[in-house]
Structure formats: C-alpha cells, structure tokens
C-alpha cells in the first residue's frame, strides 16, 4: 500500500508504473488493474476557475488514506492499492487525485477503486478553495450541490 | 487543562486565527468549547469536529492534551 500527499504536480502514469515495477514486479496473481484519475477542470458553477488550492490536515489525511485502502483490501480483497492526492496550489489538467487498485479479477479493482474514491470524498479532511473570475471561494461538498456540479 | 485546538478551511477563516493552546475546565464537551469559541462570529452552516485525528460528536468530553480540529465539511477528490 502507498499513500502520498504531493504539494507540486505530478505524473499519475508514471507514477502507478513505477509502484508496479518496484513493489508489484514479482506478483504474477495479478489479473486487473483499475485505476481513477480526478483532474481539475477550468470551470465551476458557470464561473471561470484560473487555479484552486487544496489543503489538508496532515496526520489525520494519512491516517484516514491509510484506513480507507485497508479496509478495501480486506472488504474486496485485493492485492494492493495505491493512493496520490495532491495539495497546494493546482492549475486547470493537473491530476489532484489517483487511486490505482490491483486484483485477480476485474470486479473486486473496480469496487476497491470506487469505495477508495467515495470514501476520500467523504472522510480525507481535504478542502479546495476555488480563484474564479468572481474572486476565492471554498468548494461546497458534493451533498451540498444541486446543479452544475463540480464533481471528478 | 491544557488543549490544542486547530481551525481548518472556512472555519479559519471565521476564527481568523490558525490555531490555539487553551487552558479549560475539566471534562467540558466538545459542544461546550465550541459554543464559547464563537461567540460573537459568524456561525458555520456545519462543522466538523475531530479529536486527535478521529471524527467525534459534539457530545465528546475533552482530555488533557487533546488535539482538536474544527472544519467545514471535506472537499478532497
């Protein structure tokens, strides 16, 4: 398992393909490999987005990454999982976030990586506060949201 | 005793401050320091609570050495 809090951009290509060559390389039972890449978009809400920042409580955000791809190792029993998410300042195409799951088969990666997802959206203490061209704003969580969602 | 307290996102930006070592009362609830501390502020539509990084209730009774984090609800992903 690997967890990561990156505060300058990255590769999330390069990145899986190097946790696969060095920790994975020897596990012939892999058989799937799933991966979700959220990366941010130039609008919200119908408002232009030049840049967001994300912060985090550091401690807490590791320790619930951590739990969070523990328990979907147990519950879907996979072979491993990978979690980057970034911090800072991001630009429009820059990955925030990749969860990358390794399986026998190909259902147990897909629901690993969808509850990953889905509980970092709802536990990890992350917030992204939006420059639009109407000023800084925080992101209102996903629940919160009604239309025009912001969702990755 | 002695507790240290934590502001995130939003909820900084209301207590306009990042961070506090406060001396309280013993065995004060969660809800109980949070009432004291924003008085006179602007009251969040929803905050968040957690002590030494586990989510609590507001009906969780604080210890010497406490690390407590107030924030809006998380926007990660």
Not at chain 1, 3 to 9: A, M, R, S, T, V
Not at chain 1, 55 to 65: A, I, N, Q
Not at chain 1, 126 to 138: A, D, M, R, S, V
Request: with cysteine; charged share 30%; proline share 3%.
């Amino acid at each position: 398992m690997k967890i990561e809090i990156l505060d300058e951009k990255f590769d999330p290509w390069q990145a899986i393909v190097e946790y696969k060559r060095n920790q994975l390389q020897n596990n012939s039972k892999i058989g799937a490999s799933s991966v979700f890449l959220g990366t941010m978009r130039d609008f919200n809400d119908d408002e232009e987005v030049e840049s967001m920042e994300l912060e985090h409580y550091e401690g807490m955000t590791e320790k619930y990454l951590s739990n969070i791809v523990d328990a979907a190792i147990k519950k879907h029993k996979i072979i491993d999982g990978l979690v980057i998410h970034r911090i800072g300042v991001l630009k429009p195409t820059d990955p925030i976030v990749v969860v990358a799951t390794w399986s026998e088969h190909r259902d147990n990666a897909f629901n690993a990586t969808r509850e990953i997802m889905e509980s970092l959206k709802s536990d990890a203490p992350f917030w992204k506060k939006e420059n639009t061209n109407k000023g800084f704003k925080w992101v209102k969580p996903s629940n919160e949201l009604t239309e025009n969602t912001n969702e990755t | 005793m002695k507790i240290y307290v934590k502001y995130f996102a939003s909820i900084r930006d209301i207590m306009g401050t990042e961070c506090a070592n406060l001396d309280i009362e013993e065995s004060i609830s969660v809800d109980e320091l949070w009432q004291g501390l924003i008085v006179g502020k602007e009251t969040p539509q929803k905050v968040l609570v957690a002590v030494n990084y586990e989510y609590v209730n507001m009906n969780y009774k604080l210890k010497e050495g406490d690390e407590v984090a107030f924030f809006p609800p998380v926007t990660g992903g």
